[in-house]
């Protein structure tokens, strides 16, 4: 199979998948409500009908005349009414976005989107208002999206589907974004989404409160200033967020400072207090301590009333990491970091370690760990292998070892993390609070570079979180 079957072979597949989900709109939003007799989407750009229910077969000249109404008749349409399929309809009203029209045995309705036409028909006594509704089903929305695994150069700006919120979830219209180690992961295709998450990139954002899913409990409004924890779909205009998830952007805090609080500051939370338990007077050690994860972890350590100790790579990054609180830090390239946690600790030890690296550092780690330590494993940098007696000597330590990802814990997990962190932690956040907890934005960077964000976090230059931030015409 040659590059070029392959590439219209993934063509057809991209579209039959656009098809099914045009398909499954008309029949979940629509037929499903019985308040219509048939539908059909008709592709703008294409002049073509792309979905239809069954036995629906709108005629191209009908399908041009549908979106040359809009552009060209809309005020002939008004006065004279409108043929559709060789019968008349009379206007009942008309403006930019749709048109309502009567005969004696029914209606029509057509509706339009930047992309879409809807047209449906409906008997007397049916309400054509679901069709509004499905219409907004079909807006799209520009994301950030790679076809297949690779590096940096195989991301690019897509236009995909907009999402709309289910049950209980809220729509948010997102103003920046950020990266995530597990966003890189998952371009190289090394770790897929959860099942039933977005697999558009982008693990965090902030933005407004646009729309409210059923069922929503009366928590947010329309128009609200939000950040939210996410399973996927940060790094697009929309994303869908179950309501739980969300927490309030503080006040003078602006979109771009609130992208960079939720992944990192909730991993940072739940791995000193879910997992960790720490206590007041307790030394941690942080490694990778000028990462998101890290900078939180050193306020967070400090709000606990205990000691914070990093590693980092570079003069750089210390000195950034002692400016956030840390008690002391070492340059693991040039330094023994567990001959020199042991010196500071007085030959005694850390009580937490908070180890995004892995296997090359499990004897370091162990040297250091005191008697009864934590060890705390969120992310294997450096991969999982280990050569050795770590049992033997853990045990020696009476050591734990735990080991937590965030994005793959269920829902009521991810929901009392939210709420603890918001009440425990976010008002810290607030101009004139002591402590007062700040978080570190490295750089911010718009959608369209998404691909040179990404080589930065690879090539890791960044202090603090890197900011993805949407159009502006979004």
């Known amino acids: 199979m040659n590059i070029y079957t392959l590439f219209f072979f993934f063509f057809f597949l991209q579209n039959r998948r656009k098809m099914n989900q045009l398909q499954g709109l008309l029949n979940d939003s629509l037929l499903r409500t019985k308040q219509v007799e048939d539908a059909a989407i008709i592709d703008r750009k294409e002049r073509k009908v792309c979905a239809s229910t069954f036995g629906f077969n709108v005629p191209p000249e009908n399908a041009l005349n549908l979106i040359q109404a809009f552009h060209k008749n809309l005020l002939q349409v008004r006065r004279q009414g409108l043929y559709f399929k060789e019968k008349y309809y009379e206007c009942v009203r008309a403006d930019e976005h749709s048109l309502y029209l009567k005969n004696a045995d029914g209606g029509l309705i057509v509706a339009k989107t930047k992309t879409f036409i809807l047209v449906a028909t409906y008997r007397v006594g049916m309400y054509p208002s679901v069709c509004v509704e499905a219409v907004e089903k079909l807006e799209k929305m520009l994301a950030a999206y790679f076809d297949c695994p690779g590096g940096p150069e195989n991301l690019y700006v897509k236009e995909v589907m907009k999402p709309h919120p289910e049950e209980g979830e809220v729509l948010v219209k997102v103003s920046a974004s950020a990266l995530n180690r597990a966003d890189l992961l998952q371009r190289r295709g090394k770790y897929p989404p959860p099942k039933g998450a977005s697999d558009i990139l982008g693990l965090e954002a902030a933005g407004s409160v646009v729309g409210l899913g059923p069922g929503c409990r009366s928590q947010w409004k329309i128009g609200d200033a939000v950040m939210a924890l996410l399973s996927g779909g940060g790094q697009a205009e929309y994303v869908t967020v179950p309501e739980g998830y969300l927490m309030p952007v503080p006040r003078e805090m602006t979109f771009i400072q609130a992208a960079a609080i939720p992944e990192a500051w909730l991993t940072a939370f739940q791995l000193l207090h879910f997992v960790g338990k720490v206590q007041k007077g307790e030394r941690v050690l942080i490694h990778a301590g000028a990462s998101s994860v890290g900078m939180a972890a050193i306020q967070l350590v400090r709000l606990a009333n205990a000691i914070p100790i990093v590693t980092a790579g570079t003069q750089e990054k210390l000195k950034a990491t002692a400016s956030a609180g840390a008690a002391v830090g070492f340059n693991y390239k040039t330094e023994d970091f567990s001959e020199k946690v042991l010196a500071f600790t007085q030959g005694s030890g850390v009580d937490i370690i908070l180890d995004c690296v892995g296997g090359s550092y499990w004897e370091k780690n162990l040297n250091c760990l005191s008697t009864d330590g934590r060890w705390i494993i969120y992310g294997l940098l450096s991969g999982g292998e280990v050569h050795g007696d770590l049992?033997?000597?853990?045990?020696?330590?009476?050591?734990?070892?735990?080991?937590?990802?965030?994005?793959?814990?269920?829902?009521?997990?991810?929901?009392?993390?939210?709420?603890?962190?918001?009440?425990?932690?976010?008002?810290?956040?607030?101009?004139?609070?002591?402590?007062?907890?700040?978080?570190?934005?490295?750089?911010?960077?718009?959608?369209?570079?998404?691909?040179?964000?990404?080589?930065?976090?690879?090539?890791?230059?960044?202090?603090?979180?890197?900011?993805?931030?949407?159009?502006?015409?979004?």
Do not use: C
């Not at 607030?430 to 911010?444: F, I």
């Not at 718009?446 to 090539?459: C, F, G, N, V």
């Not at 202090?463 to 502006?472: D, F, H, L, Q, Y």
């Open 391 to 474: 049992l033997a000597r853990l045990l020696s330590k009476r050591g734990s070892i735990h080991t937590s990802l965030l994005r793959s814990r269920n829902k009521e997990y991810k929901e009392q993390l939210v709420k603890a962190f918001t009440e425990n932690v976010l008002p810290y956040f607030s101009r004139g609070t002591s402590p007062h907890l700040q978080a570190l934005v490295d750089s911010v960077y718009p959608l369209h570079k998404i691909a040179e964000a990404h080589r930065i976090m690879e090539d890791n230059k960044n202090i603090g979180k890197i900011v993805i931030e949407m159009p502006a015409s979004s």
